[in-house]
């Protein structure tokens, strides 16, 4: 099982909404990250947690709040976003360090 | 820095190989990654090589490396319809201690046939 879930697939969002998005792993993998992929470009890194802590944050704007209440779990919550913020919202988790990472299928999140 | 380029644009017919090249610039990183995404999917991890290997063969597809140019190349052997995505390559610094992955803005694959 090589599976990373995210929920929800699509969110649209007001600019004054908070909403959250969610991954899930069940592969016993203890680094998960957030990466935020434009249209037509490459993801970029967000966030980085190795086993339940936050490790590197990519110099994000404040109103992206991530927390990881578990090993299995990682969530981003939204307030404040602008529309320049729409963007596919990609989870990914690895063994540990400089292992292989597996991406979920992504958030799609549009801003209005 | 660390900069990954790769070309935007690769056409072939089916049952052809086809050849996606990529150049790195970070001589720390430790692997080395391919991934295919679909429209409106996420990112699929198809294949990764170790920087002290030079080749790796996983069914129909063939990674080469050569550290001394930094190049790398992903082939895929009788390219399907399916094989049609956007393809990155990707390299994990060996000192930012996670799987962090800078990518290359990727290579579309278009399968005619």
């Known amino acids: 099982d090589t599976e990373v879930t995210q929920t929800p697939k699509h969110l649209v969002m007001g600019m004054t909404n908070k909403k959250s998005l969610k991954c899930e792993q069940h592969?016993?993998?203890?680094?998960m990250y957030w990466y935020k992929q434009k249209a037509k470009k490459p993801p970029e890194l967000m966030f980085v947690?190795?086993?339940?802590?936050?490790?590197i944050n990519e110099s994000v704007p404040s109103r992206f709040s991530p927390e990881c209440p578990n090993s299995s779990l990682l969530n981003l919550h939204l307030h404040a976003l602008q529309p320049e913020d729409s963007a596919l919202y990609l989870c990914a988790s690895s063994l540990d360090r400089n292992t292989e990472a597996f991406f979920g299928q992504g958030t799609r999140l549009t801003v209005v | 820095g660390e900069d990954v380029e790769q070309s935007l644009f690769l056409s072939v017919r089916e049952g052809d190989s086809s050849v996606i090249n990529c150049t790195y610039t970070d001589s720390s990183s430790t692997y080395l990654y391919w991934y295919k995404q679909e429209p409106g999917a996420g990112l699929q991890l198809l294949t990764y090589i170790f920087s002290n290997m030079d080749m790796k063969q996983d069914q129909r597809l063939t990674v080469l490396l050569n550290k001394k140019d930094k190049h790398l190349s992903l082939r895929i052997a009788d390219t399907q319809t399916g094989d049609s995505a956007i393809y990155f390559c990707a390299e994990s610094p060996m000192n930012s201690g996670y799987s962090t992955l800078t990518f290359g803005k990727g290579t579309m694959l278009l399968v005619s046939p």
């Open positions: 947690y190795s086993y339940e802590k936050l490790s």
């Open positions: 592969m016993g993998h203890r680094a």
